[in-house]
């Protein structure tokens, strides 16, 4: 059974700084994940409003889940960015 659910992210980003927009999109993507093959999309960005020298933007991203397939739970942020280490057996 496939859980989807959708999440809304504001994101400040300052100008002269637009060129790490992707990288940053990445790692949020990355921090939504619960369990092993959560997959993460970005559904839409949407530029908002500017404050002087940031530009704002709302991001929702959407989280897939197959509750018959979770794989490994992470247990820590560093896990969500640079994956599991190598002798940790999967579950």
């Not at 993507?29 to 940031?54: I, P, R, W």
Request: glycine share 4%.
């Amino acid at each position: 059974m496939m859980e989807k659910y959708e999440v809304d992210v504001v994101l400040d980003v300052y100008s002269g700084h637009e060129d790490e927009l992707e990288d940053t999109i990445e790692e949020m993507k990355a921090y939504q994940k619960t369990y092993e093959h959560d997959l993460v999309s970005v559904l839409t960005m949407k530029h908002s409003n500017t404050f002087g020298d940031k530009k704002q933007y709302l991001i929702t991203l959407q989280v897939e889940r197959d509750l018959d397939n979770l794989g490994r739970i992470y247990e820590s942020e560093q896990e969500k960015l640079f994956g599991f280490d190598e002798d940790q057996e999967e579950d």
